[in-house]
Nanobody
Framework: QVLLVESGGGLVQAGGSLRLACAAS????????MAWFRQAPGKEREFVAA????????YYTDSVKGRFTVSRDNAKNTVYLQMNSLKPEDTAVHYC?????????????????WGQGTQVTVSS
């Protein structure tokens, strides 16, 4: 059974930083394309960033380019999302998601495995 557990969310002032982590278990982590999504109240879940299972390819939504960085540590079975220069519009529940041997996709249905989410709140 694949289990994804996020951590690192919290409350931060605009311009601040947070690092989210997502630990995976029950699967060979190196086989997973990992992604981050977020969902604000009353809005649809949106793609944030992703890191392909091999080759190191990354992809970001335009609104976070230059501010967020996705990385992984296969030895720790963990993917990270470093979020800098945070803005109030980044406030949302952030989810990690995974697809085995998958290509990067911005569509939630592409990912079979999901974490429970962690709240990120950015105050102005």
């Amino acid at each position: 059974q694949v289990l994804l557990v996020e951590s690192g969310g919290g409350l931060v002032q605009a311009g601040g930083s947070l690092r989210l982590a997502c630990a995976a278990s029950g699967v060979t982590f190196s086989s997973l394309t990992m992604a981050w999504f977020r969902q604000a109240p009353g809005k649809e879940r949106e793609f944030v960033a992703a890191l392909r299972w091999s080759g190191g390819t990354t992809y970001y939504t335009d609104s976070v380019k230059g501010r967020f960085t996705v990385s992984r540590d296969n030895a720790k079975n963990t993917v990270y999302l470093q979020m800098n220069s945070l803005k109030p519009e980044d406030t949302a529940v952030h989810y990690c998601a995974a697809a085995r041997y998958g290509e990067i996709s911005q569509q939630p249905y592409h990912y079979a495995y999901w974490g429970q989410g962690t709240q990120v709140t950015v105050s102005s």
